[in-house]
């Protein structure tokens, strides 16, 4: 009897141990969860409208005469999937999207080495404005391939996405080095930048270390810099920057909330970095208008001033009064009830302003009464995934933790192992 | 000509400094509240045109292309330059910025130079002018010396370009007389038959009104 008791409670043991932890306890309203999929829908949207019907290639932005970005086509086509398996658009119409990109992305769009052009012409997947071949754009735009793989398997749509993937050459990337380079030109040849310290680069080096067939060693995982701050007691592994999407984007593919990184569970620091972020902003409450306990969200946007790299502490701490309401959405789950109260508050006091045909848009200023004219593809798709996961059962990570790559990924890295150890004690 | 060329500029110094700041500065501010009238003018308009339209998308596209690496990378935040001059530049990226902080130094640098110019015409023009004015009003006065000293063969004389040519003629008409009068005087005084040279003296001086004239 005792042994079958402690059979019963080891079992019990390893189920909850290595099953996820759940989101935070916070429990939306049914009002709040209506206008949650509203948003959803509506920041979907923005893929179907900006993306090229022939070629699939999403525009960066919203306004006339933006390029496509290779990141935001990456989001465009897990927003495909997403759309396709909601029931916004037709999963034939989904598939056949999902499709035509991938094959754009395959056989038209200019790469070097399998790595694409930031920047590419909507129309020919041509490079444009002498962008780089981005190691980060082409994690994100792989990333979006292998998700839309998991919702078609054994079909076109996982064969290209495969492709796509084992063509990309990431050691080569590492330029001999012990980090993956940040890009290449082929003006100036490999970057002087490469992705050495915390910030989004988790999804490129998770997918670099998971490849088959150009793999980096396990270590460039381990070798990046993880820079540790503190604000107002929130003990936080940082971005230079401190923008809160430096904190979002892989985890919009990856549940990190099981993973234990020599010690730090990034989902954790994510939630912590978003709650030092809020308090950072309400800290100048008295000097912008915009600033407050329901009216928060330090990241990279457009401004009054142009694109900046606005941010909280720990990290370059950059404020002018400028909110990104696609960075409140995007921590919602990190911050559930601190995002969902933002997100009501914005919605109910700018709507008029700032929320349009494609959801929010990407920022505003009060005090200098400035509001964004325009939608971001990569802010529009870091919203619709961390939506989804939240209101969707957790499905975008439920797929993309079960790819080959990530499985490989982690079993190399040593971060399930870790889990498990850290479980136990 | 040549031996009445000057050869220094400043004759009178007090009078021709006094000269050219009434006309130097005067012209000099009338200058540049148009200079700079104009100059803010143009610039807030071009600025302001940029702002507001749309037209100028590629402008925006490759600024945003700068700023996404920049927001990557970040740089070290701004100091005051001449743009911050312009009110219509707060709503400008840093990228755009940057694009018309060059062309402002740029035309900065034009205009630098051509100012320079205009300041040195307008420091010549006006040594020039009160040179002109000047210049007379020193003969005049030496001649006033000399003939205080009792020298009355003092003329005056000015260059073809001064001022006062009518004055210094009636006043050499003046002085002639005086100096004949006075010679005729002086000559009679040196005549053997003096009763006879008094009453020449008499007649000459009876022409002559004085304060002796009651």
Redesign the interface.
């Given at each position: 009897m005792l042994k079958r008791l402690i059979c019963f409670l080891s079992v019990l043991f390893i189920v909850f141990s290595f099953s996820p932890s759940p989101l935070p306890a916070f429990e939306p309203s049914p009002e709040d969860r209506v206008l949650l999929n509203k948003i959803e829908k509506d920041t979907f949207q923005y893929f179907t409208r900006f993306s090229d019907k022939i070629t699939g290639l999403t525009k960066?932005?919203s306004?006339?005469?933006?390029?496509s970005s290779v990141a935001a086509t990456g989001f465009a086509i897990a927003a495909y999937a997403i759309g396709g398996s909601r029931g916004w658009i037709a999963q034939d119409y989904a598939y056949a999207r999902i499709l035509t990109t991938l094959q754009t992305l395959r056989h038209k769009a200019a790469h070097k080495q399998g790595f694409f052009y930031?920047?590419l012409d909507v129309r020919t997947g041509n490079r444009v404005?002498?962008?780089e071949a981005s190691s980060i754009d082409t994690a994100l735009a792989v990333a979006g391939a292998l998700l839309a793989a998991r919702y078609y398997p054994g079909t076109e749509v996982e064969k290209l996405a495969r492709e796509i993937y084992g063509r990309v050459r990431w050691k080569w990337m590492m330029n001999n080095s012990d980090f993956i380079c940040?890009g290449w030109t082929p003006e100036s040849k490999f970057l002087p930048?490469y992705w050495d310290s915390y910030n989004e680069l988790m999804i490129l080096v998770a997918l670099a270390v998971g490849s088959s067939t150009s793999p980096v060693p396990p270590k460039t995982w381990e070798r990046w810099l993880r820079p540790e701050g503190n604000y107002n007691n929130h003990r936080v592994i940082y971005a230079?920057?401190g923008?809160l999407f430096t904190y979002q984007f892989s985890h919009a593919y990856i549940d990190f909330r099981k993973l234990d990184d020599q010690g730090i569970n990034f989902f954790e620091n994510s939630r912590e970095a978003t709650l030092a972020n809020r308090e950072y902003s309400m800290s100048f409450s008295s000097q912008c208008k915009g600033y407050s306990e329901s009216s928060w969200g330090l990241s990279?946007s457009v401004g009054?001033?142009?694109?900046?790299?606005y941010g909280g502490k720990p990290g370059?701490g950059?404020q002018d009064g400028t909110i990104a309401p696609y960075a409140t959405l995007s921590s919602i789950v990190f911050t559930p009830e601190f995002s969902i109260k933002a997100i009501r508050f914005f919605y109910d006091n700018y709507q008029k302003e700032l929320y349009g045909n494609f959801g929010f848009k990407d920022a505003f200023n009060l005090d200098?009464q400035?509001w964004a004219s325009e939608y971001l593809g990569i802010d529009q798709g870091i919203t619709l995934l961390m939506l989804e996961n939240y209101l969707n059962g957790e499905v975008v990570w439920k797929k993309f933790m079960e790819l080959p790559a990530i499985k490989k990924w982690i079993g190399l890295t040593g971060l399930e192992r870790r889990s498990a150890s850290t479980a136990k004690n | 000509m040549v031996q009445n060329r000057r050869k220094h500029f400043f004759i009178n110094k007090p009078l021709q400094i006094r000269f050219m700041i009434a006309v130097i500065v005067p012209l000099f501010l009338i200058n540049l509240v148009a200079l700079a009238g104009v100059y803010f003018g143009i610039w807030s308009k071009v600025l302001e045109t940029f702002s507001n339209e749309?037209t100028l998308?590629?402008l925006?596209?490759?600024?945003?292309?700068v700023?996404?690496e920049?927001?990557?990378?970040?740089v070290a935040s701004q100091n005051f330059s001449s743009l911050s001059f312009f009110m219509q530049t707060?709503?400008?990226?840093?990228?755009?910025?940057e694009v018309f902080k060059g062309i402002l130094n740029e035309t900065n640098r034009s205009l630098l130079w051509k100012f320079s110019l205009l300041l040195f015409f307008l420091g010549w023009g006006t040594i020039f002018i009160s040179h002109k004015v000047a210049g007379p009003f020193f003969r005049f006065s030496k001649a006033f010396h000399e003939i205080e000293k009792g020298n009355y063969r003092s003329r005056v004389t000015l260059r073809k370009l001064d001022e006062g040519h009518p004055v210094a003629q009636e006043f050499n008409e003046a002085m002639k007389k005086t100096d004949h009068l006075l010679s005729d005087l002086k000559t009679l005084t040196l005549e053997k038959d003096a009763p006879q040279a008094v009453a020449k003296i008499k007649e000459k001086l009876s022409t002559v009104q004085t304060s002796a004239d009651a």
């Open positions: 960066d932005s306004r006339t005469g933006s390029p930031h920047f404005w002498g962008s940040m930048y230079s920057t923008s990279a009054p001033g142009g694109y900046k790299a370059g950059l200098k400035w | 749309q998308n590629d925006v596209t490759a600024s945003r292309m700023e996404y920049q927001a990557r990378h970040p707060e709503k400008l990226s840093q990228r755009q910025r």
